[in-house]
């Protein structure tokens, strides 16, 4: 991949789509991890103003120094990127206080991670809304269209997407072009809603590299019959899960109403 080309290419698109619109910049949450890393430099390449949003929840701590040692690269590198730390720990525990009670809490857990990522959106639209700016997406190819792997109206609400177009490995390869911190490329990739260091692999049961292929040979028409062992396994996982969500890739879905009714 011709990294450099590339990241031109995106920040010209986000720097382009900024202006028609008629914002000030972008607002983008960061996790510690890889995609809002590199997608938190490309805004700040635009030149535009790019708030940062640390957000923790019962945060793992390794996640919460790998996002603040990111983000005050990021300000010292950029003049128009800036720092903004919204403790939503006490909102969200609030909110479990004011639901009602379950006899099993780990029913509720995948419904409570949810809840972690939508609050985190309302964080950042509020500050969008506040100070005219877009909600800049870290969604990555295979996770935004080969398995689904976001909260549909949690990190799933965005205004724009700039990495939604490049696989994983790919946004690593960006990441290293870039001369993002060593500690953010090698750690493991995980969307931490868990409050703990579960990977994102140890959710999906597949590493990134297996989706890409799986979601390839998808791409190709393959089907289950075509494999064996490992990859079999690594197929089915990704056709489940591509399945499964696809009420998150897809337009809503919208009765339409046949006009002889209406009469």
């Given at each position: ?12 698109w ?52 790998r ?8 300000t ?29 809490e ?68 960006i ?22 260091d ?66």
């Amino acid at each position: 991949m011709q990294a450099e080309k590339v990241v031109e290419h995106i920040v010209h698109w986000l720097k382009n789509y900024a202006v028609k619109a008629n914002v000030n910049g972008f607002v983008i949450g960061i996790s510690g991890g890889i995609d809002s890393a590199v997608t938190s430099t490309l805004c700040a390449k635009t030149g535009l103003k790019v708030k940062c949003l640390e957000m923790p929840i019962h945060q793992a701590e390794n996640q919460v120094s790998r996002g603040a040692r990111h983000i005050e690269w990021l300000t010292k590198n950029f003049e128009h990127a800036e720092k903004q730390h919204v403790n939503l720990t006490p909102v969200f525990d609030s909110l479990l206080e004011t639901l009602p009670k379950v006899e099993n809490e780990e029913n509720r857990f995948m419904a409570l991670a949810n809840t972690r990522a939508r609050l985190r959106m309302t964080s950042l639209y509020y500050f969008a809304g506040l100070e005219g700016l877009l909600v800049a997406g870290t969604g990555n190819k295979v996770e935004d269209f080969g398995v689904g792997f976001y909260t549909k109206y949690g990190d799933g609400g965005v205004d724009l997407s700039p990495i939604a177009d490049l696989l994983k490995t790919e946004v690593f390869e960006i990441a290293a072009h870039l001369g993002i911190h060593d500690e953010i490329l090698k750690a493991a990739p995980t969307d931490g809603l868990w409050g703990d260091d579960r990977t994102d692999e140890d959710q999906i049961g597949a590493t990134y590299p297996e989706l890409e292929w799986a979601m390839h040979m998808d791409d190709l028409g393959k089907t289950a019959d075509h494999f064996t062992d490992r990859k079999l396994e690594v197929f089915k996982i990704y056709k489940k899960l591509n399945s499964a969500n696809q009420h998150k890739m897809q337009p809503i879905p919208v009765c339409e109403i046949p006009l002889n009714l209406k009469k």
